[in-house]
């Protein structure tokens, strides 16, 4: 596609239940990122990877939250046992080159909102 | 840990009139990148300019501009001749030259009025 595709668009959920969010990055994209956005408020950093390699995943904020990216192209993010707290817009944004080696501007999907009831 | 700072929580601006929207940053690195994203309800951030640290031309990008004070570590957004379809969050962002996410502020709403 032509850009950053996530599913589903909105997920509702009961607490404790497991949830599984999906991203399409724009293909050939080397670098992909999650980010949770509160409502109101700033994204914040989840985690990322470089293909298939997660290299920093020092955002997710417990151990409830899992990613992966097994075949470097889309990529799932886990929520276990989810907690009210967990209800936010969780962003997903890819990009085309590694971090490290040349800068190139994060393309952003729309967005999956998660309620957490 | 770099910081991004948004001053301004709401905005609002006539039509066909110039805003300007505030963002200072903290860091210790002396290259990064900042950013400027808008957030429409639609909720799909679009980037809408950017600056690299080590390039002193402020960036352009056809009615936004940025003013790039890198001293005083502020980047702030100039719209120039504001078009209801600007109505938005406008978020300032960070990125280290080999960082691998950026840091967002906490955003503001800008409201174009006609």
């Known amino acids: 596609g032509a850009g950053v595709s996530q599913s589903p668009r909105y997920k509702v959920a009961k607490r404790g239940q497991d949830v599984a969010l999906r991203c399409d990055p724009i293909?050939?994209?080397?670098?992909l990122f999650w980010y949770q956005q509160a409502l109101g408020q700033g994204p914040e950093f989840l985690t990322y990877?470089?293909?298939?390699?997660?290299?920093?995943k020092s955002g997710l904020p417990s151990d409830r939250f899992f990613a992966e990216r097994p075949e470097g192209s889309v990529s799932t993010l886990k929520i276990q046992r989810t907690q009210q707290e967990d209800s936010a817009v969780y962003l997903c944004?890819?990009?085309?080159?590694?971090?490290?080696?040349?800068?190139?501007?994060?393309?952003f999907g729309d967005g999956t909102r998660l309620s957490i009831l | 840990a770099q910081t991004v700072t948004q001053s301004q929580p709401e905005m609002s601006v006539q039509e066909a009139e110039t805003v300007t929207l505030s963002c200072t940053y903290d860091?210790?690195?002396?290259?990064?990148?900042l950013f400027w994203y808008k957030q429409p309800p639609s909720r799909q951030m679009i980037l809408v300019i950017r600056?690299?640290?080590?390039?002193?031309q402020n960036a352009t990008e056809n009615r936004f501009s940025v003013n790039f004070q890198k001293a005083a570590k502020s980047f702030s957004l100039k719209i120039s001749d504001s078009q209801l379809g600007d109505t938005a969050m406008y978020f300032c962002?960070?990125?280290?030259?080999?960082?691998?996410?950026?840091?967002f502020g906490a955003g503001t709403i800008l409201r174009v009025k006609s």
């Open positions: 990877f470089q293909n298939e390699a997660q290299l920093d």
């Open positions: 293909s050939g994209h080397v670098s």
């Open positions: 860091t210790s690195e002396s290259n990064y990148y």
């Open positions: 600056q690299e640290a080590y390039k002193q």
């Open positions: 962002a960070f990125e280290g030259e080999y960082g691998n996410k950026l840091v």
């Open positions: 944004a890819s990009s085309l080159a590694p971090r490290a080696k040349l800068n190139q501007p994060q393309h």
